[in-house]
């Protein structure tokens, strides 16, 4: 059967389509992906449509993966394959799956959840011309009837056919069956295209799926709740692990960086943490980059392994810490683990960048809220960069609930209150103006002190209009401090140039993950003193005993 699947993100890594596109080839499919990176505040140029509608000529079934953000570019595709050919288009993803009803008004059927099952069995089931409006974990709009056949059980537990995560094909990159957008244009890829538009230099995969914690404003708590008696965290072994990478580092020679995607990474155990470090240094040697890391799963052994084995990158979700927004949004560590998290990481500082998100925007934070962010952030050790959002009422989370039952959204015009909400346009209110100076300032690892900070959030400053006033002289010193920073702390320099430095050094890994554990000092760690950890029998395990020592003294 000959299928298309469409990605509308902006960028090229799409880790749940890659996979059912590899579960489609694996059953004899002939299946082809096309990338449509694109923001979703823009729709598609008529060229762009027109290319689109040449390529599914053939085609037995399309399949699009959708968020709630991409909604008006969803329904842009599909109403255009629909108007030409008339194929059936199959939508899945988090929008899908959290509503389906409303998106059979504009697409034939959906998936709903981890499809690599239910997705397969459709194509084989329309293959053979046999009846597939009882497919399990699909809905369909059937004479304006809604079936919806309800989820199935998860890969990698007990109900699916993949009762192991480990069983589930490698994401699909066989590149030279893929297409992508250059301008308007819908062109096939190549390596040289890759490599010149630079988007998968990250290779984007996940250890594990899913996440125990259920904050509010994030979608497992919802995806929990649909699946009560699965565990929620599924963890692949270290072997399954290390043979996709293998994999990638043998055939995508424009890959830079191994990216873990995952929800909830630090949740994985340290033996088993242990055992990959092992294998990744010796198996895969490249620069490693991490987020979805919950402080209060951050441990101090498993940070050493990781950064001992090539971790140059580490997002923390730090979203809030004023005490009524944490405890609304449900956050699982307290402002002390995070505070813990963050000086543990700092140790690190000189060979990881460190990102902190934060959360913006919300109806509910009083001024004192995001003063009391402010003022907590002031005080983490930088360098680290912030990662900004403001904050978007996603379907299905608690948030969206509590903003309808308080009429902050109408719960009647989803599409213009919460699809179309960019989570990039935050609002320009002066608290805000100062999270922004607080992460120019932190980049270059200065910081704002306390003390300024508390200067510059005071209501008696605000009383008397010196804020923007001193915001405006704070902003205009950066130059001066960004020199300063960069020339007094090296760990300020790796946050310079992007991800240049490491992406554009084909022996990065070998000239300075490898040499910079013995050549670079941490605060810990003073030069040539201690052994280093690539020495150590374990990895990390030694270097992490002698920083503890050194710590005592
Ligand atoms: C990795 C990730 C990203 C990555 C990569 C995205 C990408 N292109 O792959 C990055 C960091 C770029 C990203 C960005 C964003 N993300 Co994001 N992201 C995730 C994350 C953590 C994992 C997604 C994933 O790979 N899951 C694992 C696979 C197995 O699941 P899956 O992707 O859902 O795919 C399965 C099924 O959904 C289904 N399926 C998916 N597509 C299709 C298509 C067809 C045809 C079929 C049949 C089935 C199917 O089968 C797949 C395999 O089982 C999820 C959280 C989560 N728990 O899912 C959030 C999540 C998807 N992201 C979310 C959001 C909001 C965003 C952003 C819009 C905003 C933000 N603040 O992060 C941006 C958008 C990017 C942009 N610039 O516009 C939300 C979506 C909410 C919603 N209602 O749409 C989620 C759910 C997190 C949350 N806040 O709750 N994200
Ligand atoms: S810890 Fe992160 S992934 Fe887990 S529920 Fe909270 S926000 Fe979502």
Redesign the pocket.
Known sequence: MKIT?L?I???L?????R??SACLKKDGHDVDMIFLQK??SQRFADKTMDDLVKLTKGADLV???????YWDNAIQITEKIKQNYGIPV??????P??RPVECLDHTDMV?I????E??PELAKKMEIGQHYHDTKGMAFKVNGEIINNGHRAL?GTKGSKYTSLDQVPFQDYEYKTHYMMQGDDIVQMTEELITQTRYLEFY?T?PT???PFGCT????NT?NAMYPHQKPIRIRSVDNIIKELQEVKRNLPFVKVMLF???AFFIIPLETIREFGKKYKELIKMPLAI??ATPSTLTREKLAILIDAGLISIRMGIESAAKATKKFYKRPSSNIQVLNAARLLSEYQNYTKIFYNIILDSPWDTDEDLVETLMFMSKLPTPYELWL?SL?F????GIYTRAKTEGIITGKDDVNEVYRRH?RHIKKTYLNSLFFLLQDYSRVAIGISPILMFFLTHKITRKLHLHWFSLTIVKKLLPFFRYLGRKIRPSAGIYKTGWDSVTKKSDYYEKVVKNKLTNRPTRLRPVGLLPTPIQAPVPGEAWMSQTLADRRL
């Open positions: 699947l990605s993100f902006p960028d890594q799409s880790f749940g389509i996979t059912i923001d979703f399949g699009i993966t959708v968020m709630s953000n199959v939508w899945g993803g988090t929008h799956t959290i998936c959840g981890e499809s690599e239910s997705f890969p984007q996940q799926r899913g996440c404003y994030c979608i497992n995806y995607e995952d929800d987020t979805g959002c978007v996603f379907p299905g989370t989570f």
